[in-house]
């Protein structure tokens, strides 16, 4: 996998999470209790919408079963940028998986992997 966080020196996050092979397999950004502020999606590769799936958890996500707290579509060969000025409270963790189909039930991955980064503040 291709997941990086590091130290993030401005005002609305601490933690900046970078994932440049985001696909429908469960990735766990942060354990504990957080907020996510902002996020980035690259979905250019991809000739289809993609959505991002956010869930409270640290463990035991299943793509397809868990229901998300959270899901964002991203269009078809576009990137998007999200801002929550209020952020999403995580009491567990922050987690996430994209798929081509939002709601629970989708599972299946796009064709080529996202690259995601996310703000988090602790």
Not at 13 to 38: M, N, P, R
């Amino acid at each position: 996998m291709a997941v990086s966080a590091k130290t993030v020196p401005v005002p609305f996050a601490e933690k900046q999470t970078i994932d440049t092979a985001a696909s429908s397999t469960v990735q766990y950004a942060h354990s504990g209790a957080a907020k996510l502020s902002g996020w980035f999606v690259d979905n250019t590769a991809n000739g289809a919408k993609s959505f991002i799936k956010f869930y409270d958890a640290t463990g035991s996500v299943t793509v397809g079963t868990t229901a998300p707290i959270a899901l964002f579509m991203i269009p078809a060969s576009t990137s998007r940028m999200f801002s929550m000025p209020g952020a999403i409270s995580f009491s567990t963790g922050i987690a996430y998986a994209v798929t081509t189909a939002g709601g629970t039930a989708g599972t299946a991955a796009p064709g080529t992997a996202l690259t995601v980064r996310l703000l988090i503040s602790l």
